[in-house]
């Protein structure tokens, strides 16, 4: 059995925040505003998940009314909701993924990045894809104010 999920979510950018990205912190002199840590990459691959297997979507597992998620580290609860039992049955076929953004350059974190998503899900970072893009200056986010990200994912079991 195979099942598909695509997650999308984007934050805006601010200053006196650190950039989160998939679990890795980015050096930059700005950073995303959100009620969590604002890690957009897995705030879309969560959302992924949990689409593939139609079991809602982030803002509903952890809302941001919620005081306890004040600040969180969005790894911890993408672990969470990977260690769910509806989830737990899936393994990971693969993960592909890209980021939105004008700045800062991605390319250089791209390695610690599939090495950070690699072992939130406990596989081998051949089976994760993180692209960045920008957007060649068309529109929030090609203007710095927005940093936005899509995730597809395959969930596989017997
Ligand atoms: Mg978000």
Known sequence: MIRIGHGYDLH?????????????????DRGLLGHSDADV?????????????????IG?????????????DSARLLRHVLADD????????????VVLAEQ???????PAIRASLADI??????????KATTVEKADAIGRGEAIAA???LLLERD
């Open 12 to 28: 805006r950018v601010c200053d006196d925040r650190k950039l989160m990205l998939g679990g890795v912190q980015i050096p930059w």
């Open 41 to 57: 990459l897995l705030h879309a691959v969560t959302d992924a998940v949990l689409g593939a297997l139609a079991l809602g979507d």
């Open 60 to 72: 509903q597992w952890f809302p941001d009314t919620d005081e306890t998620y004040r600040g969180a």
């Open 86 to 97: 509806r989830v737990r049955a899936w393994s990971l076929g693969n993960l592909d993924a």
């Open 104 to 110: 800062p350059k991605l390319a250089p974190h791209v």
């Open 121 to 130: 899900f406990a596989c081998d970072i051949s089976q994760i894809s993180v």
């Open 150 to 152: 899509h995730a597809t």
